[in-house]
């Protein structure tokens, strides 16, 4: 079945180190990729997406590209912040008879310190 | 983007009792969607609501435990049934935000959800 597969957390960084958390996706058919965050005692907020092959989604500095041939939507970020603390979740969306519904990677938590 | 109104925000209920969420949306939406994220876990798709008809479950949840409405094209609630503490989780609504995903899905922000 569909499945998307996060990078094992928690991430803990200092300040302005360079993120990347790895995203990768079985799908049949031609998804849609979607990576959302979670901070603290909120609910989820869309970070980026890319609807096709090759597009690249950016926000806040970060941003994520999707890969077909290796299956993968990796986020990353050059510098991040303490305020970039948060959960982060890779997402899927099908189409036909899966219309409209997203499936969750596991989520990764990301600790970033001053 | 759409914005939803999800209440109450939390709850702390006795087991074998029932709890309804309610979301509001500010524009008429075909689809609506329930998750549950438990404790520390990712999201789970409940089912799939849509206006005029019942809703569609994913494999591990049914109706007789999550029973749904969808009056209209802007609400919809789930209700929680005879609950147990396994149930205790964060409940969430969600609407496709429009223009071709352009707006990604919406969330809202979600009921936590303590049975005791």
């Known amino acids: 079945g569909d499945s998307v597969t996060q990078m094992e957390g928690p991430v803990t960084l200092s300040e302005e180190a360079f993120l990347t958390i790895n995203c990768t996706y079985t799908a049949t058919g031609y998804p849609s990729l979607f990576w959302y965050v979670q901070y603290p005692g909120e609910g989820l907020q869309l970070l980026l997406k890319?609807?096709?092959?090759?597009d690249k989604g950016s926000n806040k500095g970060f941003e994520a590209t999707y890969r077909k041939e290796t299956t993968s939507f990796h986020l990353e970020k050059g510098s991040v912040q303490v305020s970039d603390s948060a959960v982060y979740f890779c997402?899927?969306?099908?189409?036909?008879?899966?219309?409209?519904?997203?499936?969750f990677g596991q989520g990764t938590i990301l600790t970033v310190h001053p | 983007s759409a914005v939803i109104s999800q209440k109450p925000s939390r709850d702390i209920c006795q087991r074998g009792t029932s709890l309804t969420i309610q979301c509001q949306v500010d524009s008429q939406v075909t689809m609506m969607f329930w998750y549950r994220q438990q404790p520390g876990q990712s999201l789970t798709l409940i089912a799939t609501a849509n206006q005029g008809s019942e809703a569609t479950y994913e494999s591990g949840f049914v109706i007789d435990k999550f029973p749904i409405s969808r009056p209209n094209l802007t609400f919809s609630t789930l209700t929680v049934s005879n609950m147990s503490p396994e149930d205790s989780s964060i409940y969430l609504c969600?609407?496709?935000?429009?223009?071709?995903?352009?707006?990604?899905?919406?969330f809202g922000s979600g009921t936590r959800l303590t049975v005791v």
């Open positions: 969600s609407v496709e935000g429009g223009l071709s995903l352009n707006y990604g899905y919406t």
């Open positions: 890319a609807t096709k092959a090759d």
């Open positions: 997402a899927l969306r099908l189409g036909g008879t899966s219309y409209g519904k997203l499936t």
